[in-house]
């Protein structure tokens, strides 16, 4: 489990109307760095590196508009992407920075390629995983074969009910599968826990159903005539959900990218192997 010691607080965004919880570890007079997490996780995905960073930043998790313990809008289009990245804008902004690093995952990471492409002035530093921009997602999706077959999930989860039913099958035994291999028994209790709560399934399903539709707007490109911030791509070796062929694309999206394979990482990958993947996050912040 997480042994790190942190604080849960609350924040209620006024403009949004929507209450975000997150965990915050280390000294809040030190740098910023945010964490967004994917589907089907929460804060708790990034326990190793709230405990790691927390040496040298103030480290903040938050649970994403329906997830975990922050609010859970009925609406599909309160969970349309430009919704998030307001969410994040606000929270940085209350907590009082105007700049930090963010770190995110899956869902979290296609959320914020449209964070870092709106708002670039606010980042030192940006670690994304597993998840591409939505526009290199759009242009692989209908270009290749492997992208379109690895993002099958994706037609499941829109379709009505059917996907609530099938991770509530067998006490959550897709929980097991997802995490079995990188999380402990007592671990993997602590996501089934908290997406066995009443109405805790939808929401996060909803990202999918609000996003992925004909007529939704790709990502709004980043801005051509100011210097890109340095950012780090890190997708698993055994991926089975994203093309290796993201960095690249993505590469040539935003300027002063690196892009790593974690060998041996799954699509977890900072739960996978999160000393390895801590080591590579250090190497990276610690360049000038």
Not at 10 to 37: A, C, I, R, W
Not at 181 to 192: D, G, I, N, Q, S
Request: overall charge positive; some cysteine; charged content about 25%.
């Amino acid at each position: 489990m997480c042994d790190c010691i942190c604080i849960s607080v609350y924040f209620e965004s006024y403009t949004q109307g929507v209450k975000l919880h997150y965990v915050e570890n280390g000294d809040p007079s030190k740098p910023l760095m945010v964490f967004v997490h994917g589907f089907p996780e929460f804060w708790f995905s990034w326990r190793y590196q709230l405990k790691e960073f927390a040496k040298d930043y103030w480290v903040v998790a938050v649970d994403m508009r329906g997830y975990g313990e922050s609010d859970k809008p009925k609406d599909l289009s309160a969970y349309e992407v430009p919704e998030m990245v307001k969410d994040i804008k606000e929270l940085v902004t209350a907590l009082g920075r105007k700049k930090f690093t963010l770190v995110a995952h899956d869902w979290g990471a296609v959320i914020c390629w449209d964070f870092l492409a709106q708002h670039m002035d606010m980042l030192d530093k940006y670690i994304f995983m597993d998840a591409p921009s939505r526009s290199v997602a759009h242009k692989l999706m209908m270009s290749t074969k492997e992208q379109f077959k690895m993002s099958w999930y994706i037609f499941f989860f829109k379709m009505p009910k059917l996907p609530e039913f099938f991770v509530r099958l067998n006490d959550l035994k897709m929980f097991e599968a997802s995490f079995g291999k990188c999380c402990t028994t007592e671990e993997v209790e602590a996501f089934k826990y908290t997406f066995a709560k009443k109405g805790a399934l939808t929401p996060p399903i909803n990202y999918y159903r609000a996003n992925f539709t004909v007529n939704a707007k790709r990502n709004v490109r980043p801005p051509k005539d100011i210097p890109h911030v340095p950012g780090l791509y890190l997708l698993g070796e055994d991926d089975r959900f994203i093309s290796k062929a993201t960095g690249p694309l993505l590469q040539k999206q935003f300027n002063n990218l690196e892009f790593k394979i974690v060998g041996g990482a799954g699509h977890f990958v900072q739960q996978d192997k999160p000393d390895l993947v801590n080591k590579i996050m250090r190497e990276f912040l610690s360049k000038k």
